[in-house]
């Protein structure tokens, strides 16, 4: 059973910048994709980002493409997600993901079978 451990969280001033970090463990694991959800109260769990693990192809939800960045540090099978010209409506609990086998498509969270605890993002305005 893999566990993910999410880190990196905080609150940050509109326009600034966080990173995230995901590190998942448990034997040795070899996933086939990690990717970044974030939701906030009421609201489903909205994709975020993911990059397959082999060929390191990189996704994003459209309203995140050219502010986020999504990469990986294979030997610590750790992904982080760099955040940057944050917005208030960037401000979620953001979750990390993973699959160890593939599957149809990386933006719904019912395609990930292991999940974070999750990370408070704040974005002050």
């Known amino acids: 059973q893999v566990q993910l451990v999410e880190s990196g969280g905080g609150l940050v001033q509109a326009g600034g910048s966080l990173r995230l970090s995901c590190a998942a463990s448990?034997?040795?694991?070899?996933?086939?994709?990690m990717g970044w959800f974030r939701q906030t109260p009421g609201k489903e769990r909205e994709f975020v980002a993911a990059m397959r693990w082999g060929g390191g192809n990189t996704y994003y939800a459209d309203s995140v493409k050219g502010r986020f960045t999504i990469s990986r540090d294979n030997a610590k099978t750790t992904v982080y997600l760099q955040m940057d010209s944050l917005t208030p409506e960037d401000a979620a609990v953001y979750y990390c993901a993973t699959c160890h086998r593939a599957f149809g498509d990386y933006a719904l969270p019912g395609s990930y079978n292991s999940w974070g605890q999750g990370t408070q993002v704040t974005v002050s305005s």
């Open positions: 448990g034997r040795t694991y070899s996933p086939y994709i």
